[in-house]
Structures are given as C-alpha cells and as structure tokens.
Nanobody, 124 residues
Framework: VQLQASGGGLVQAGGSLTLSCAAS????????MGWFRQAPGKEREFVAT????????YYADSVKGRFTISRDNAKNTMYLQMNSLKPEDTAVYYC??????????????????WGQGTQVTVSS
C-alpha cells in the first residue's frame, strides 16, 4: 500500500488549505483512513478519521468545526479541508491507513501504512 500526501504550504492565520492523499496498492474503498500531524518536538497526534464509505467521521477536539475529512473512492483519494487555520496547526501532516478493515483508530500504533507527510505552516 502506498500513500502520497500533498497540498501543504504556507498560509496566514485564518486561511484555508486542502490536503490530498492518493492511495494505491489495495481496494481503497474497503478501509478506513486517517490524518495525523506532528509539530517539531512533539509527538504525532490524531487529527481525523473516516470510515470506508465516507459517511462516518471523527475529529480531534482541537480541529472540530474547522477541519473536514472526506474521501472520493472513485479517485482513491482522501482529503482534509482545513479552514480558520491557526499558528498552532503548523505541523507535518500524514495520511495513514490500517491493515484492518474497521475504522476509528486514534493512535499511531493502530495504523500500518503512512504517507511521506506534507508540511503545513500557518503564520500569525
């Protein structure tokens, strides 16, 4: 399984970015997926997760109401729409997927496949 994250960049506080994660190597629509982020000197933290069909999602409290996770199974791609960005959102963002077919995992150890990460920098 290969995951390729893209869409990061530099944005001012209050701005928006959309991250994409292109997946290959297995039937994309059979598995849940997630986004994590890691800021310098901090542990990797959960951001959002989505089930196989896209009709169930779960968010970290820190991003709830500002970020939206979605997926397009026809394009084998997952997205993270980020609005009202804050300087504390600055991090490398990783897309991830588990080997197991269920979803809703909240810790990095529960995921098996990781993209290379994309840098998001929010200036104040």
């Amino acid at each position: 399984v290969q995951l390729q994250a893209s869409g990061g960049g530099l944005v001012q506080a209050g701005g928006s970015l959309t991250l994409s994660c292109a997946a290959s190597g297995r039937t994309f629509s059979n598995y849940g997926m997630g986004w994590f982020r890691q800021a310098p000197g901090k542990e990797r933290e959960f951001v959002a997760t989505i089930n196989w069909s896209g009709d169930s999602t779960y968010y970290a409290d820190s991003v709830k109401g500002r970020f939206t996770i979605s997926r397009d199974n026809a394009k084998n791609t997952m997205y993270l729409q980020m609005n009202s960005l804050k300087p504390e959102d600055t991090a490398v963002y990783y897309c991830t997927a588990p080997k197991r077919g269920n979803w809703g995992f909240l810790t990095p150890s529960e995921y098996d496949y990781w993209g290379q990460g994309t840098q998001v920098t929010v200036s104040s």
